[in-house]
């Protein structure tokens, strides 16, 4: 890994599978210890229920509210400032319980790569 800069480029945003948007910030070959996402999810919508294989994710709510569904906790909302610990292998969804768009940051250790998202939905 070298020393850097990388700029937010949000024009660069996908729609992913999960059924949210996301726009990679840092996810790359030389530095598979950690991936950084911006995702978003609009008003009303649900990502699909999915696990990581092999992947601890975090999301770091930074603007909106939610309900967050991980592995076999109760529902709870998460709003800007909260952060939300996903084990590896643990079930999970976010919908977006607000007017506005719901954005967080996903963190994934190891880097996240599509081979690692498992869909548990049919």
Known sequence: MKPCIKK???SAEYFFTEGCFIT???NTH??????????RVEPGKTTRWHSL??????????????RVEIGDLE????????SVIIPAGVRQRISNIGEHDLIFLALCT???????????EH
Do not use: H
């Not at 030389?30 to 995702?39: E, F, G, Q, V």
């Not at 294989?53 to 603007?63: F, K, M, Q, S």
């Not at 190891?110 to 548990?120: D, G, N």
């Open 8 to 10: 937010c480029d949000l």
């Open 24 to 26: 990679e910030l840092s």
């Open 30 to 39: 030389d530095d598979p210890a950690l991936s950084i996402a911006r995702a």
């Open 53 to 66: 294989r092999g992947v601890t994710e975090r999301y770091v709510i930074i603007e909106g509210c939610g």
């Open 75 to 82: 529902s709870q909302r998460v709003s800007t400032g909260d």
């Open 110 to 120: 190891p880097r996240f790569t599509e081979a690692a998202y498992v869909s548990l």
